[in-house]
């Protein structure tokens, strides 16, 4: 903008001057160093300029005004700053050209400039509008300097003839000619630079993708300079080993993928060992074939716990290229979108492979629809930044803009359509808000169960929430002794019976029962509008409250607390997957793993556990024992010089120890703690949890022994036990809590089960 279109377009439009006939010796010659400093001025200027059109993604009146004013302003400094450097003559001006000039410069520039960014702010990239762009800068560049030609008067300096020096026109020309030339070509590499970046977006279309999908308070996504998301390749291609092998929400491994972006603070200290170990497998490199197959050779170890190494390694370059730390890259979104579409002629392939009419009920039947054309799978990490961190990654070069803004770019780069991929984004961005859970209270719910053939049970959730079954309120507050023993009364009724019963108004005789069974009354009428479907009438109800995710954030001082009492149901094979515009059937094995991954989750640490005791052989370097052995000396906790500071720093002397038997103890396979600072920190989710808490020994105190002998008195003869003070409690830790859906799917299964077989 600065060196070609205003500074050369200025010489070349000088070019056109013509001096006493042409002779070679009138002609106008240029200082060096006004030419010079002529071309540094615009360049600054609108470098400046165009940094006031960035400072905000919203294109505002006073930043477009103030951005105008001064690329007008460097047009007419270059342009007077040049006359100044002609050597041979003297310029002299009309006052009424030079603000002809100066209008004419600042607001073509503040309409060109400004529609530019206005469309660029909603990331619209259409040629013609370019175009349109480009010719009002054309004009306001081109028409200020002839309105000021035309307003100006040269007259040959004294002393023109004895001038030698300078630049004549014919060397401004070449000059020019080649600065245009340097310019073109860095225009060209970058736009290779550009064809590149969008050949690795389609190749990744075809690959197993993870991207990081962050939003800002406004709800707008982040995404980089070209308009994509940042993402990370984890592999070519999920290995499935056999055809029921589906990489998708119910598969197990996308389940602990899952649970792990839950607590990534309890997989960052273990990240270096696992890449060292991804570092010495074997690569495939010997066909074409084999290396789209997958991208690390698993032939001697289990591909699930590869691929879980291969999701965390690309977590964590993902962090990095966001410049975040890993614990604030995000959660996994509960959805996997397949991306990429195949060639016409594989298209025609596959369209001619498809099975014939009669083997389509078959193929609806194991539930898998056939996905034609998709050949890579896209991950979304999702998270919700603040203000303050939404600032500081537009500081890095990341932008954010509203999806309806860059939703073709977007859609373009992972080859879907707009139409698949819009709605996905819109829920990720009203689910990275908040997580939905239960308002404290007592609730009825419905769980209903479908058979999925070759997979399982699929489970009716909540469109908006995953996470959630339907429910209907029924009361803000604990259910009584009594409330419990009326719906006791009705355990394993169907919600026909128990609307018959209740309508009928005889089941209860005391006022304060009758008032509870029109409440219920009214919660299952409630429920079963919502439902609105015909199994739910022979659903049974589970009279047992079971405690549930609550919102505490919505709770009083004195109700803190979720229960559920639901009505269970399994419901045909054949009923569809969408049941109405709110509620859906979804995996019951990623909706189970839902209930045990959630914010303030006790079984988060649980599992962090778990990670360690799986990855633990890698983190400390050791590879030829197994990785879950607790026997390895390599992979046993050693406690950091900082930790046994910390533990001499707490020790409390005793008044009564023996050094001949006070002992310490250190590692016998068994957790003691009376310090429960780290212990705290990770039920509570902090990322600031030790890392010596996981593994398979953690002492975080020194435990003095005092052993002495007690010699029998004349009251008792027996040895006497007394208050020794504090004490300790040891307890199972790495064993997670059962939740209700837990409980309500074994107790539906389990019946049915016992209805099959008879037994």
């Known amino acids: 903008m600065g060196a070609v279109a205003i500074w050369s377009m200025h010489y070349i439009g000088n070019r056109a001057i013509v001096m006493v006939q042409g002779e070679p010796k009138f002609q106008i010659q240029y200082n060096p160093g006004f030419t010079a400093g002529s071309f540094f001025l615009p360049v600054c200027v609108v470098g400046i300029a165009f940094y006031f059109f960035s400072i905000t993604e919203n294109v505002s009146i006073l930043g477009t005004m103030v951005g105008g004013l001064l690329v007008g302003s460097a047009v007419c400094g270059m342009h007077y700053m040049g006359q100044k450097g002609i050597a041979n003559y003297i310029s002299s ?3 009424k050209h030079v603000l002809g000039s100066a209008i004419v410069a600042v607001a073509a520039n503040t309409i060109a400039l400004g529609v530019f960014f206005y469309f660029k702010s909603t990331w619209t990239n259409n040629w013609w509008k370019r175009m349109s762009c480009a010719s009002l800068l054309a004009v306001s560049v081109s028409g200020m ?19 030698t020096s300078g630049l004549s ?67 070519d291609s999920y290995n499935e ?27 960052s200290d273990l990240l270096p060992g696992i890449r ?45 290229i966001v410049q975040l730390p890993l614990e604030d890259i995000g959660v996994l979104d509960g959805m996997i979108m397949n991306t ?33 054309f998709g050949r890579g799978q896209l991950l979304f990490l999702v998270r919700r930044a603040s203000r303050s961190q939404a600032s500081r990654l537009q500081s890095t070069g990341y932008r954010f803009a509203s999806i309806s803004n860059v939703i073709e770019l977007l859609a373009r780069s992972m080859e879907v359509t707009k139409e698949e991929l819009f709605p996905q984004l819109s829920r990720m961005r009203d689910q990275s808000e908040n997580e939905r859970f239960l308002e404290p209270g007592v609730h009825l719910g419905c769980f209903a169960l479908r058979p999925v053939f070759h997979r399982g049970f699929d489970v009716l959730v909540r469109r908006d929430a995953g996470n959630m079954i339907p429910t209907s309120n029924l009361t ?126 006790a079984d988060n640490a649980v599992f962090s556990r778990r990670i360690h005791r799986e990855f633990a052989a890698m983190a400390s370097g050791c590879e030829d024992c197994d990785n879950t052995s607790l026997t390895c000396p390599r992979a046993a906790y050693q406690p950091s010089s900082d930790s046994h500071r910390e533990v001499k720093r707490n020790r409390t002397p005793s008044p009564y120890r023996n050094k001949k038997w006070t002992s310490r103890i250190r590692a016998s396979g ?90």
Not at 183 to 198: A, D, E, N
Not at 242 to 262: N, T
Not at 357 to 371: C, M, S
Not at 561 to 580: C, K, W
């Open 93 to 95: 001006y009309s006052w």
């Open 145 to 163: 300097h002839w309105v000021a030609i035309v307003g100006t008067a040269y007259r040959m300096r004294a002393t023109t003839m004895e001038i």
């Open 169 to 235: 026109r014919e060397a401004t020309v070449v000059v020019v000619i080649c600065l245009s030339i340097g310019c073109c070509l860095t225009l060209v590499i970058l736009s290779v630079i550009g064809q590149r970046s969008r050949k690795r977006s389609a190749d990744r279309a075809q690959q197993v993708v993870l991207a990081c999908a962050t939003f800002d308070p406004e709800g707008r996504i982040m995404v980089t300079p070209e308009g994509l998301l940042p993402c990370r390749k984890i592999t």
């Open 241 to 267: 080993r056999s055809f029921e092998d589906v990489f998708d929400m119910d598969h197990p491994v996308f389940c602990w993928l899952y649970r792990a972006s839950r607590c990534w603070y309890g997989i």
């Open 276 to 320: 060292s170990h991804l570092g010495n497998a074997k690569f495939f490199n010997n066909s074409r074939r084999r290396h789209r197959a997958g991208s690390v050779d698993d032939s001697t170890g289990d591909y699930s716990t590869l691929f879980k190494k291969l999701f965390c390694v690309a977590a964590k370059d993902l962090a990095d």
């Open 340 to 372: 990429g579409t195949l060639s016409k002629s594989a298209k025609l392939k596959l369209l001619q492979r498809l099975p014939t009419r009669h083997n389509e009920l078959d193929i609806a039947e194991k539930g898998r629809p056939p996905i034609l």
């Open 476 to 601: 803000k507050s604990k259910l009584e002794r009594w409330q419990i023993e009326i719906l006791q009364r009705m355990n394993n009724w169907t919600v026909a019976t128990c609307c018959e019963r209740l309508r009928g108004g005889l089941l209860f005789a005391d006022p304060k029962q009758q008032q509870f069974s029109r409440q219920l009354l009214e919660s299952l009428t409630d429920l079963a509008g919502r439902v609105d479907s015909g199994f739910f009438e022979d659903a049974r109800l589970v009279a047992t409250p079971l405690r549930a995710p609550c919102d505490v954030s919505k709770g009083s001082s004195l109700s803190q607390e979720a229960f559920m009492v639901a009505f269970r149901v399994i419901t045909d094979a054949y009923q569809p997957s969408s049941l109405n515009d709110r509620y859906e059937f979804a995996s019951l094995r990623f909706f189970l793993c839902q209930q045990h991954a959630y914010r303030d989750c």
């Open 670 to 759: 068994k957790k003691v703690n009376d310090d429960n600072s780290s212990e705290r920190n990770l039920v509570n989710g902090s990322p600031k949890a030790s890392a010596g808490a996981f593994g398979a020994i953690h002492v975080a105190n020194e435990i003095d022994v005092d052993v002495r002998e007690v010699r029998g008195s004349s009251h008792s003869p027996d040895l006497e036990m007394s208050s020794l003070g504090c004490y300790a409690e040891a307890g199972v830790g790495d064993v997670e809590g059962e939740s209700f859906a837990d409980e309500l799917a074994a107790l539906t299964t389990d019946e049915r089960r016992q209805r099959t077989t008879g037994l």
